[in-house]
């Protein structure tokens, strides 16, 4: 069985190594909009290759956060269910003063 980069024959993403040594998986358009810009404003390819270098790994970090956010919006939708139920008075003022 073939993987979706086999048969698409244009790689998706390529392995980097990261600051500390694990193999991380770096997209290639970000690859081309860092390369772009270092075009634009520098000359020097040793910096381009330090930047990649220090950001190795920034997608898996950002994939994170949006995961604990998520959670954290389902986990406040029990909050106010539970605050609704057992403190309806409090909950009603807070929330017309909101939309008020």
């Given at each position: 069985m073939k993987s979706h980069l086999e048969n698409s024959g244009t790689?998706?993403?390529l392995r980097v190594l990261g600051r500390s040594g694990s193999e991380v998986f770096v997209?290639?358009?970000?690859?081309?909009?860092?390369?772009?810009?270092?075009?634009?404003?520098?000359?020097?390819l040793e910096k381009q290759a330090e930047y990649f270098h220090e950001h190795a790994g920034h997608?898996?970090?950002?994939?994170?956060?949006?995961?604990i956010?998520?959670?954290?919006?389902?986990a406040f939708q029990f909050v106010l269910l539970w605050w609704k139920k057992h403190h309806y008075r409090s909950y009603q003022?807070?929330?017309?003063i909101g939309l008020w």
């Open positions: 790689p998706q993403c997209s290639i358009k970000s690859i081309l909009l860092t390369t772009y810009y270092f075009c634009l404003h520098s000359s020097s997608e898996e970090t950002h994939n994170r956060m949006a995961l956010i998520i959670l954290a919006l389902v003022a807070t929330t017309t």
